[in-house]
């Protein structure tokens, strides 16, 4: 059974503001932060340290593991919280979805359809683009001190004026960009 886009936005909306209401605003991109931290943890024992000192228990010599008391360093040391699983959730959700959608064809997999109009057929090239266009927003919501999920869909939930003016931002951008990159339809 495959939902329209509109049925997929309702749900979509209905669980962010389930999430909003009962445990806290969703955000991601910070997971991605904890995750490297954990990596290095399991590398260097000094990278996270249990502290009397800190407000959380835990400290780190990175600056932002460290802020806040060290709460970061404390999901770095302990990282089954809601928000790390969250994200563990993401993807275990996506992945079950395209399971019950009875996978994923071929051509979804190395493209799609107005992908390989505008690009050809080149796996290769769609997967650099992709890893380029994930690092650029990734970076670019770090330094925002945020994501996409944290200002977009939590933040207007919460009528952050912050999150409409982030939100107009991005369609601004990401219309015309598309309308560019995309000039044959597939």
């Known amino acids: 059974m495959i939902l329209s886009w509109k049925t997929g936005g ?3 909306g209905a669980v962010f503001f389930a999430a909003v209401l009962l445990v806290k605003p969703v955000g991601v991109s910070t997971q991605f932060v904890i995750f490297d931290g954990i990596l290095w943890d399991a590398v260097d024992d000094t990278a996270v340290v249990a502290s009397k000192d800190a407000k959380s ?6 600056a932002y593991l460290n802020k806040s008391g ?7 040391a ?3 919280n809601y928000s790390f699983v ?7 959700g996506a992945a079950l979805s395209a399971l019950l959608r009875g ?8 493209a799609p359809a107005i992908w390989r109009a505008n690009f050809g057929d080149a796996a290769w090239k769609r997967q650099v683009a992709v890893f380029a266009a994930g ?4 970076y670019g919501a770090r330094m925002a001190g945020g994501c996409t999920s944290g200002h977009m869909m939590s933040g207007m939930m919460q009528t952050a004026l ?3 003016i982030f939100t107009a931002g991005v369609f601004l951008a990401a219309v015309p960009a598309a309308i560019l990159t995309y000039r044959k339809e597939g």
Do not use: C, D, H, T
């Open 103 to 110: 996978g994923v064809s071929r051509e979804e997999r190395v």
């Open 57 to 62: 228990g835990y400290a780190s010599p990175n």
């Open 70 to 76: 060290g709460k970061y360093a404390k999901n770095v």
């Open 78 to 80: 302990n990282p089954w």
């Open 135 to 138: 690092f650029i927003v990734l």
């Open 162 to 164: 912050s999150a409409y």
């Open 86 to 92: 969250f994200v563990l959730a993401v993807m275990g």
């Open 10 to 12: 309702i749900l979509l």
